[in-house]
Structure formats: C-alpha cells, structure tokens
C-alpha cells in the first residue's frame, strides 16, 4: 500500500496530500528560502507533481515567482506557506512542515555556502546544487 500524508496550511483553509515517498528531501540554505521561511535554514521534500493533491482550498492559493525556477504557493488567508513548483525540475517542494505525519529524512544540504547556521549532522553539504539540477556539484566540509 502506498503511504500518504496529509497537510495544511497554518489555519486550515487549504489542505494537501503527498503520496509515496519524496524525490530527496534535506536543508536548504539559500537566502530566498531563509527569508521565505524566516528560518535559518528550510527544510524541503521533492516531490514529483503528480504526487502532490490539493484536496481543499485550490482557489484560496496565492503564488509569488521572484524567479521562472519557483512558484512559491501561500495559503490567501493566514499567509500560511504550502510548497514551492520548480518547473525546470519537474519537483514540487512541500515544506517538511506543512505535511506534520511525513517523517524528514534528510539526505543532503544545498547552498550551503550560503549558511548562517552550520549544522554538523554528518549529511553531503553541497556548495550550491547537485550537477543534475544545474549546480556545482561541489560539496563543501561541515
């Protein structure tokens, strides 16, 4: 049988279900994912889209793109942020938050030259992105 989770935003008007299990999942340290989430540091799950279902609330999401490689999506209401669409990667990111029954398993820190704070959890940390979606491929010491 095929895991899912359920989510929301912060009060509720919007809900979620994720299916199956993430593309990758870890921290993110850029400064548009710190401010975003006004957060040192954001955890993210990669799903493919069609994994991802908004069960309630479609027309009470708001987006903002700063750049064409995220859409991030907010709940009208509270301002509650849902996930963020990365079409050039065909991942939709959940923040690990927004799904509270989806246990984050982290397997790796991107823009971590980016970090304020350091976290020594023994996971990859990349400079920036994996060489698969367009980054250095660098890893930099915790």
């Not at 799904?99 to 398993?105: F, L, M, N």
Request: net charge neutral; hydrophobic share 35%; charged share 20%.
């Amino acid at each position: 049988m095929t895991q899912s989770y359920k989510g929301a935003c912060f009060c509720g008007a919007v809900e979620l279900t994720v299916t199956g299990e993430p593309v990758a999942a870890g921290f993110c340290h850029c400064a548009s994912c710190r401010s975003w989430s006004a957060a040192p540091v954001n955890a993210f799950s990669l799903w493919k889209p069609e994994a991802v279902t908004i069960t309630k609330g479609e027309d009470n999401i708001g987006v903002y793109h700063k750049t064409e490689k995220s859409y991030r999506k907010f709940c009208k209401t509270c301002g509650g942020h849902l996930l963020t669409d990365h079409p050039p990667f065909g991942l939709v990111d959940v923040y690990a938050a927004t799904i509270p029954t989806y246990r984050h398993e982290p397997m790796l820190h991107v823009h971590y030259q980016e970090a304020v704070l350091r976290i020594k959890d023994g996971l990859p940390k990349m400079k920036d992105m994996p060489k698969e979606m367009g980054g250095s491929g660098e890893t930099l010491p915790e």
